[in-house]
């Protein structure tokens, strides 16, 4: 079995100021990891992942996340909030294989104010 | 351009009709699912199939069903046996053995 949880609900941060997204997953497995992002009435678009190589991991945009095995967690960071930052982002746990299901934590609406 | 496509982008439904929502992928991938999202509950899997003609339900399949008699498409019909349809659906697909997947831009279904 496999869960998310994403701590935060809604986060808001000036623009400028750093960005942290919380994730905690739980697997069975070995996990694959991923941050995706998604604006109003749109899909979702990966922003990065992790499938067991470096634990610091970096995307688009300038966001970056850390692998913590022993804390069971997946943070999303950003140094530098832009405006354009201010979305809905998911935390999404998979096992490996061709029968592998991506589980998704319930999403944290990040607003940023000028 | 590779990609996913989901039409319509906007659906209204009568209650009591069936409802047939389309996704189409040319990215050549095996596995595609169909997701719905509500708000602050993230995305639940309603099902997926890893290759033609084979299909499995996901958590909450219930007054849902689909086909996949080709690779490339997999549409979802919304029955009226779905006691709350009004959401905004997702198709993704993914490469065999790779683990992320793909998304298209969604439907939005709404009961009138």
């Known amino acids: 079995a496999q869960s998310v949880t994403q701590l935060d609900s809604h986060v808001s941060v000036s623009e400028g100021t750093p960005v942290l997204l919380r994730c905690n997953y739980s697997?069975?497995?070995?996990?694959?990891l991923f941050w995706y992002v998604q604006h109003p009435n749109k899909g979702l678009q990966l922003l990065l992942k992790y499938t067991s190589a470096a634990t610091l991991v970096k995307g688009i945009n300038g966001f970056e996340a850390e692998f913590k095995k022993s804390e069971t967690s997946f943070h999303l960071t950003k140094p530098s909030a832009h405006m354009s930052d201010a979305a809905e982002y998911f935390c999404?746990?998979?096992?490996?294989?061709?029968?592998?299901?991506?589980?998704f934590g319930t999403g944290t609406r990040l607003q940023v104010t000028l | 351009d590779g990609g996913i496509t989901q039409s319509p982008k906007y659906l209204f439904r009568k209650e009591g009709q069936n409802v047939t929502l389309s996704c189409e992928q040319n990215l050549n991938h095996d596995a595609m699912y169909w997701y719905r999202q509500d708000p602050g509950q993230g995305l639940r899997l309603i099902y997926y199939s890893q290759i033609v003609n084979d299909f499995q339900k996901g958590d909450i399949a219930e007054g849902y069903s689909v086909s996949r008699e080709k690779k490339e498409s997999f549409p979802l019909t919304v029955t009226s046996a779905q006691k709350n349809p009004t959401a905004f659906y997702l198709c993704a697909s993914k490469r065999g053995f790779e683990p992320e997947a793909f998304f298209g831009q969604g439907t939005r279904l709404t009961v009138v």
């Open positions: 999404v746990v998979s096992n490996t294989g061709t029968a592998s299901k991506l589980t």
């Open positions: 697997s069975s497995y070995s996990p694959s």
